[in-house]
C-alpha cells in the first residue's frame, strides 16, 4: 500500500474513534499520532506525557514545546515506576509494570475527559522485538493506531517530514530503565547517573547511542559512524573523566555499536518462555 493511501486509513480510522486521549513521550512515533489526532479531531483529543525518574527533563522538556507546536491540548501526570511493586528488582516483563501503571492512569484520564479511546505510538516494526508492554495494552484496551494502520517507522518518519514536524530525524528513544541488565535493580540514583552521563555525550555531538549501566561499568553504545569520534584522544579522555565524576569507575565502548533491544541479548530464552 502506497504511503498516502496508509495515511488517509490512519485519518480514517482516527476519525472513527471520535475522541482519544494520546501517550505522548514527544518521540518520533508520538509526536505524529498526536499531530494527526489534532488535525482530525481537533479539540476532542488530549496529549498526555507522564512525567518519572526514567523520563529524562531533556525529553519533556522537548514533549512541552511539540505538544504547543501542534496545537494540541496537552496534560501532565505523574507515573512513577519506582513506586510500583516489582518494577524496580527489574525483571525481563519489566515494561509490563511499568505500561498497566501508565494506561490505568491514561484510562482515568479519558473517563474524566469524557475521551473514548486510550492511544499509543506503537507501529509495525515494534512487533519484532520482545515488547511486554503490549500485553498491558491489550487487556487494558488501548488502541495502537499506527500498527493497525501498518505504519512503520520509515513511513512515519517520512509522513512526519512532509507534515513539517521538527522530529522527522529524531534518533529513537527509549526510557532509562532500558539502560540496566535484567535483574540489576533500578534506582534513582542509577537513573540519574545514565541521564547525566547521556546528557554529556550529547554535548559533544554524539547521536544515536546509549550508555548502559552495568554496575561500576558504563557501557557505551555508538553510532558506528561515531565509533572513530570517540576514539579522539581529546575526547576519550573528557568522556571517562565525566563519566568516572558521575559515579562510575570504568568505561568501556561497545564496539557492535548502538543497537535496539541490547539488553534482549542474553535472555533469548527466557523471553521465549515469558512470550
Known amino acids: 500500500m502506497r504511503l498516502e493511501e496508509k495515511y488517509e486509513n490512519l485519518k480514517k480510522y482516527i476519525k472513527e474513534l471520535g475522541s482519544a486521549v494520546i501517550a505522548f513521550s514527544g518521540g518520533v512515533d508520538s509526536t505524529f499520532l498526536a499531530k494527526v489526532c489534532k488535525d482530525v479531531l481537533n479539540d476532542r483529543c488530549l496529549a498526555v506525557t507522564a512525567?518519572?525518574?526514567?523520563?529524562?527533563?531533556?525529553?519533556?522538556?522537548?514533549?512541552?514545546?511539540l505538544a504547543k507546536e501542534i496545537g494540541i491540548r496537552h496534560k501532565?501526570?505523574?507515573?512513577?515506576?519506582?513506586?510500583?511493586?516489582?518494577?524496580?528488582?527489574?525483571?525481563?516483563?519489566?515494561?509490563?509494570?511499568?505500561?498497566?501503571?501508565?494506561?490505568?492512569?491514561?484510562?482515568?484520564?479519558?473517563?474524566?475527559?469524557?475521551?473514548?479511546?486510550v492511544l499509543d505510538g506503537t507501529n509495525a516494526d515494534d512487533t519484532g522485538d520482545f515488547r511486554p508492554g503490549r500485553r498491558a495494552a491489550k487487556e487494558l484496551g488501548v488502541k495502537s493506531p499506527l500498527l493497525e494502520c501498518g505504519f512503520t517507522k520509515d513511513d512515519i518518519r517520512e509522513m512526519s517530514?512532509?507534515?513539517?514536524?521538527?522530529?522527522?530525524?529524531?534518533p529513537a528513544y527509549a526510557c532509562l530503565s532500558s539502560r540496566f541488565p535484567y535483574g540489576q535493580e533500578i534506582t534513582s540514583e542509577k537513573l540519574s547517573m545514565v541521564e547525566k552521563s547521556e546528557?554529556?555525550?550529547?554535548?559533544?555531538?554524539?547521536v544515536g547511542f546509549r550508555v548502559r549501566h552495568h554496575g561500576d561499568i558504563a557501557r557505551i553504545e555508538l553510532n558506528p559512524d561515531q565509533i572513530n569520534m570517540m576514539l579522539d584522544e581529546n575526547i576519550r579522555k573528557k568522556v571517562v573523566s565525566k563519566l568516572k565524576e558521575i559515579g562510575f569507575k570504568y568505561v568501556s565502548l561497545d564496539l557492535e555499536g548502538y543497537r535496539t533491544g541490547s539488553m534482549n541479548e542474553a535472555i533469548s530464552e527466557l523471553i521465549n518462555n515469558v512470550r
Open 76 to 117: 501532565i501526570i505523574k507515573s512513577e515506576e519506582l513506586e510500583i511493586e516489582g518494577f524496580s528488582k527489574n525483571p525481563i516483563d519489566r515494561c509490563y509494570y511499568c505500561k498497566s501503571e501508565l494506561f490505568s492512569k491514561l484510562k482515568k484520564v479519558a473517563d474524566d475527559e469524557g475521551m473514548e479511546y
Open 51 to 65: 512525567t518519572s525518574s526514567t523520563y529524562p527533563e531533556r525529553e519533556f522538556k522537548e514533549a512541552l514545546e
Open 161 to 170: 517530514k512532509n507534515l513539517g514536524l521538527p522530529t522527522w530525524n529524531k
Open 199 to 206: 546528557e554529556y555525550l550529547l554535548k559533544l555531538g554524539f
